[in-house]
């Protein structure tokens, strides 16, 4: 069993594509996640990212492209078996409890009536219900619906866990454990696939990310990569003429731009002139430079006489990428 | 345990848990004892008549057969609302709540989810219209003194009748929402109910339209029919004077044996039916 899943990618997708009546939901995607991976699943609202997740796990029938999972294709019934699947609507069956509830999801997977008994405390216990094995599922706030879903995802000890917003109802400290569980999870070797809005958390916990937008992949990569792929460097300056300026637009992205008004004038393309030297200005820069670029930038800047009294290299936050990509997107 | 056998065992446990066997229950003890007690009084109404002279020209096994058709006329109605209302939201309430999110992906198969769930409810019928049959015949042979002809054999069509209508809820409940469901199911078991009545009308008029008109409902939907079976059956006794009172929920003309072949393939084809529409549809 275990053979068969490491052979090949935990999840191959080329070409997906799914139309619901005409409207495309999913164009052309194409991804591939290694085992023991966690891999972040970002886009904006209605980019297809739940779509896919869904087609993932036999939801939703693709129109077209090629799907497998743990190296089996969409719907074997052993590879399902090492498959656990948090939906982003989690809504369960509320009559139940929640040891019940565990006991049928387990039952679902093939468990033994003695691996189920066995494996309902280790996972309340993972998820932090422990005390709550009794407690019918229409008593639980939504936070702790959040966490039985993913104590249904993950009773069967699986290879492979899709997790579609599983912190959407938590508070800051839930958004922990479960930041937790994935770790834990990553330690056993569990492949994760996070669908997640909250991207300080993504780029906490996964190995690499893909942003996809109006339904195909517009950026992809190991989450370090995609992070520092262009140095973000902030400059504060004196003594910068104006031509720097426009040197300066020439040359690199600038993301900010932020003069303070020392003995200004007048504006000009966002500068700010002083009185007694036309022209010339104090700056404060953030800009978006490749990495083999930056001594470029500092040789300008002397060039031209302007005092640096500083370069700040700052990191890129997922926000910014995902930012970027989006209204790219967004501006088309 | 088979997948089909862990979601027949849940339909039941949320039965079960939803109240609705208690509610079921309740309201049908109240049944029996209202049907018993007016037996009772039927019979001590006859007796006294006798006793003082007064003979009814009718005997008393006629009133009895009459009982037990109304009796099992209660039967067939109640079990036939309860596999509609039980079932009704077994498949788009689930779509609609979201439950089969988590469900779906497990390791079973659609059909298993569709099937087990029509295994737990008809059970459950089958239960149930074999329990209230009992009543009516425990009722009838002790308080009425009558035993009524073909009693299991009855008894059967009219679990028949309960199932033919859960396959077809179990299939409206794979096309349509919950409330659309149960308004299209309750209206064509009222339009068999009609029919039904029409065809008889038909045949003692000798009118070929109408009794066409009755023949095609029950083809359309044969729940009506398998039931006039059932009660044509109960009232065989070889006693021609049985047959001389008919009331609208006894059945003059009785359907041909083919129909329960016709009404069995039915219910079957409306299960298949909708385990492979739901085998289709994006969740």
Redesign the interface.
Known sequence: MDLMTESGPAIYVENLRKE?RGKVAVQNLSLQVEHGEVFGFLGPNGAGKTTTI?ML?????PTSGRLSVLGRPLGD??A??R?G?????????E??RASEFLD??G????LSRLERQARIPDVLDLVGLTGRADSRLRTFSKGMLQRI?IA?AVIADPKLVFLDEPTSALDPLGRRDVRDIIRTLQSRGVTVFLNSHLLGEVEAVCDRVAIITEGRVAAIGPTTDLLNGDHVVEVRARDVSETLLTEIRRRYTVLETNIPSIGSTRDFDGGIQTMDRPGITDCQLVLSVADSAVPGLVELLVRDGAAIHALVPRQRSLEDLFVDIVQVGGDR | MSAVLIFARFTLREAIRKKMVLGVLLLSALFVGMYAYGFSSLRSNFMERVATGDVPLIDFPVFASVMVQLGFYTVNFLSGVMAIFASVGSVAGEVDAGTFHAIVPKPVRRWHIVVGKWLGYALMLTIYVALMCASVLVVSRYIGGYVPPNLVFSSALVVLVSLLLLSLTILGSTVFSSLTNGIVVFMLYGVALMGGVVEQIGRFLQNDTLTNIGVITSLVIPSDAVWRLASSLLQRTGDLSVQVIQTPFTASAEPSPPMVIYALCYALGAVAFSTWLFGRRDL
């Open positions: 619901y869904k796990n036999g939801l939703v029938r019934a052993e399902r078996r498959i699947f948090l939906p982003e609507q989690f809504r369960f069956h009559w139940l049928f999801h039952s679902l997977y093939g879903g249904q």
